[in-house]
């Protein structure tokens, strides 16, 4: 399993179509297409606005995917046989980070930093 994204740190992430598809360097409509055709393995939310959502295990799914058909050649049909013993088994394999990940997570910390400032700023300014 791609481990960058640690759903005990932000349980409640959601990705957009569009991060998700900059993320895994793959078109939006890719996304959409492996969702009718993963359906057991993909389960993005809708936002009150209609559009989807995707959670961390939703990203790396889509990676291990994608490592699937465009790295090891596997079909659909040999993909989802795959997934599906990685579901049974609870491991999922390791992917390469690509770039873009690393770029999501540098942002996500140093706004995490920014809001632990504003705390310790308010917690100083109380005392």
Do not use: C
């Not at 932000?10 to 990705?15: A, M, T, V």
């Not at 999922?92 to 504003?118: C, S």
């Amino acid at each position: 399993m791609v481990d960058v994204f640690n759903e005990d740190h932000y349980p409640h992430k959601r990705y957009r179509i569009g991060d998700v598809a900059k993320l895994v360097d793959v078109k939006p409509y890719v996304i959409r297409y492996w969702e009718t055709e993963f359906k057991s393995f993909l389960g993005p939310e809708r936002s009150e606005g209609g559009q989807k959502l995707y959670s961390t295990k939703d990203v790396e799914t889509i990676f291990n995917i994608k490592k699937l058909l465009y790295s090891e050649g596997f079909n659909i049909t040999g993909a989802r046989k795959k997934l599906k013993e990685f579901k049974s088994q609870k491991d999922m394999p390791k992917t390469d980070v690509p770039v873009g990940v690393l770029e999501v997570v540098r942002q996500e910390l140093q706004d995490i930093r920014k809001d632990l400032i504003k705390i310790m700023d308010s917690i100083n300014n109380v005392s």
